[in-house]
């Protein structure tokens, strides 16, 4: 399977690589969304592999050749910056929710240190009671389901004798 994705992957590149080469050969405009269309991939996979991103880049600033007019069109342009932005935020959300995690990590290790805690093996031993109590509680519940049914065949066998008695 993993080999799969990496023929899958190599295959992808090379599609990219040949539509970069076909659009520089063809004077077109060279654009991220452009590009991935051409190479029948997706956007993101450009901008998973830096180096291909780097050439993209790369091949459309290069100067004109043979005519070529090089433009970056203002859609391309504001698609980038809003595909930028949009990664940026969620990094920045990623990093808030990682800094979030180590300071609970940090303040539960402080807290542990300073001796303000119960220690560890208290703690340890109030769980254990905790779950001696509601193992009580269950067996206090099965105890007294038995004694019920132990009640009722003694009063069922009262009546059976009395009932065998009444015969004779």
């Given at each position: 399977?993993?080999?799969?994705?990496?023929?899958?992957?190599?295959r992808r590149r090379?599609?990219?690589l040949k539509a970069i080469d076909s659009i520089v050969k063809?004077?077109?405009?060279i654009t991220v969304?452009?590009?991935a269309r051409a190479a029948r991939v997706d956007r993101t996979f450009l901008y998973r592999h830096r180096d291909l991103l780097e050439r993209v880049h790369a091949a459309?600033?290069?100067?004109?050749e043979e005519g070529r007019i090089a433009a970056v069109s203002r859609v391309s342009l504001q698609t980038d910056l809003a595909n930028a932005l949009e990664?940026?935020?969620?990094?920045?959300?990623r990093i808030r929710q990682l800094e979030t995690r180590l300071s609970a990590q940090l303040g539960e290790r402080v807290w542990a240190e300073s001796g303000l805690g119960a220690p560890?093996?208290?703690?340890?031993?109030?769980?254990?009671?905790?779950?001696?109590?509601?193992?009580?509680?269950?067996?206090?519940?099965?105890?007294e389901e038995r004694t019920e049914e132990l009640e009722a065949?003694?009063?069922?066998?009262?009546?059976?004798?009395?009932?065998?008695?009444?015969?004779?």
């Amino acid at each position: 399977m993993i080999e799969g994705k990496r023929a899958d992957s190599v295959r992808r590149r090379e599609r990219v690589l040949k539509a970069i080469d076909s659009i520089v050969k063809s004077g077109g405009d060279i654009t991220v969304a452009g590009l991935a269309r051409a190479a029948r991939v997706d956007r993101t996979f450009l901008y998973r592999h830096r180096d291909l991103l780097e050439r993209v880049h790369a091949a459309a600033t290069t100067p004109a050749e043979e005519g070529r007019i090089a433009a970056v069109s203002r859609v391309s342009l504001q698609t980038d910056l809003a595909n930028a932005l949009e990664r940026n935020k969620r990094l920045t959300a990623r990093i808030r929710q990682l800094e979030t995690r180590l300071s609970a990590q940090l303040g539960e290790r402080v807290w542990a240190e300073s001796g303000l805690g119960a220690p560890v093996d208290i703690d340890q031993l109030q769980r254990r009671i905790a779950l001696l109590e509601q193992e009580v509680t269950a067996k206090q519940g099965e105890l007294e389901e038995r004694t019920e049914e132990l009640e009722a065949a003694r009063a069922a066998n009262r009546e059976l004798t009395k009932a065998l008695n009444h015969h004779n």
